[in-house]
């Protein structure tokens, strides 16, 4: 069960720098002084993308709980 544990440590970090990522999206989109339209058409795009992000984080946090209870 360790390595349950490992794989979804490994998921949960690529969760968090998907998370990172979005952020990242964000802060150029605020910066980059677009109309109010824009921006919204911009922060649309991220927004799939950071549903992802903390969707695989929560997937690998769920395997460390069961690679703990399981061990």
Known sequence: MDMLIWIGAAISLAGVAGLVWCIVLVA??????????A???????????NLGALLLSAIGLICVVLGILLG
């Open 28 to 37: 150029r989109a605020k910066r980059a002084n677009l109309s109010d339209d």
């Open 39 to 49: 921006l919204r058409a911009r922060l649309q795009k991220v927004l799939p993308l």
